[in-house]
């Protein structure tokens, strides 16, 4: 069979000029949310994205270590920018609210609504997970990831992904709590690099701390020969993310 022959006609329905103007319009609204976050973010450089868990109670070791972390990050001169809702989210936003630099929540609009915590100086809310995954790593300097479930590992790959494939600059991922990600990285090991998913230098990606200031440290660390901003080759990487 050819191509044609297998791909079949679109059945005619009275419904279809409808469906087809509002998926017109919507490419319009996914074009306003990436110039409106832009506009607004592009000023709160250099940042750290801290990515976590949303069920993380106040009184968690996880939610006093984000907001270490944070408070030490905004006093070193990082905006901070989290995913905007409860959890390590806000306890990320809570630090930098209380230090020296911004605080960034971006807020998703979901079935289930994620109430934005108060501990925004910026607050931007995102309809399309994607135009906000976007803006996590065009601004980011660096990753810090803790302990969290799907929507932090989705961050964490798709970050490891972007720079090991060379369509994003190569900036500092943190994995904090050794405890918590040793399971994740054996497998890394015993199973990916094994079987020849991954070459062994993959894992050089990423980087296992557990003290609050040692985070701090590593990420200046990266950039002590070089700025926090974008070379002019990132520069031109970034706009082809």
């Known amino acids: 069979m050819t191509a044609k022959e297998k791909i079949p006609l679109s059945a005619p329905s009275s419904t279809t000029p409808r469906f087809n103007a509002r998926e017109s319009w919507r490419i319009f609204g996914i074009m306003a949310e990436f110039v409106e976050a832009t506009e607004r ?54 630090g930098a609210y209380f230090g020296k630099s911004p605080s960034i929540g971006l807020n998703i609009q979901l079935p289930l609504e994620q109430a934005a915590n108060p501990y925004q ?56 709590h050794e405890p918590f990600w040793r399971g994740l990285l054996d497998w890394f090991r015993d199973r990916l690099i094994a079987e020849r998913m991954i070459n062994p230098a993959d894992l050089d990606l990423i980087q296992l701390i557990d003290k609050p200031e040692d985070v701090v440290e590593a990420i200046f660390k990266h950039y002590e020969t070089r700025g926090f901003l974008p070379l002019p080759e990132e520069h031109e990487l970034m706009l082809n993310l």
């Open 41 to 94: 973010l592009n000023a709160i450089r250099p940042a750290v994205s801290i990515f976590g868990s949303a069920r993380t109670p106040p009184d968690h070791m996880y939610y006093m270590l984000t907001e270490r972390i944070s408070r030490l990050l905004s006093d070193a001169g990082f905006a901070v920018i989290s995913g905007g809702g409860p959890g390590i989210m806000e306890a990320a936003n809570k």
């Open 121 to 176: 100086d910026i607050s931007q809310t995102f309809q399309h997970f994607f135009a906000r995954k976007f803006m996590f790593v065009k601004f980011a300097s660096a990753y810090v990831v803790m302990p969290g479930g799907f929507g932090t590992l989705d961050e964490l790959m798709e970050a490891m992904t972007l720079i090991q494939t060379g369509k994003s600059r190569n900036i500092p991922i943190i994995l904090v």
